[in-house]
Nanobody, 122 residues
């Protein structure tokens, strides 16, 4: 399974960006799709998640500004509005994947995309 993230860039504070992630390869389904971020000198942190049933969760620092969505089984997005300089980070997409049906070890495996840089200038 490979994840390809896209959509990063340089924007001014208050502007918007939309990140996308596409999963490819052979698998049965995706249990959860997520976005994480890692700022320079800091640990990677979760940003938002969307489960296979559509349930979404957000970290407090993005609530009301970011929206995670999916348009099917292999694509998900992060709409980021009202960006702030502190949102500057490398953003990674993540998927928890079911590779095969009926095989316990293959029911929930984690995969990461390569990361896309988001830089917000003040």
């Amino acid at each position: 399974v490979q994840l390809q993230a896209s959509g990063g860039g340089l924007v001014q504070a208050g502007k918007s960006l939309k990140l996308g992630c596409t999963a490819s390869g052979s698998f049965t389904s995706i249990n959860a799709m997520s976005w994480y971020r890692q700022a320079p000198g800091k640990e990677r942190q979760p940003v938002a998640h969307i489960m296979s049933d559509g349930h979404t969760t957000y970290e407090d620092f993005v609530k009301g500004r970011f929206t995670i969505s999916t348009n099917g089984v292999k694509n998900w997005y992060l709409q980021m509005n009202d960006l702030k300089p502190e949102d500057t980070a490398v953003y990674y997409c993540h998927a928890n994947v079911k590779l095969f049906e009926g095989v316990e070890w293959a029911s929930a495996l984690d995969y990461w995309g390569q990361g896309t840089q988001v830089t917000v200038s003040s």
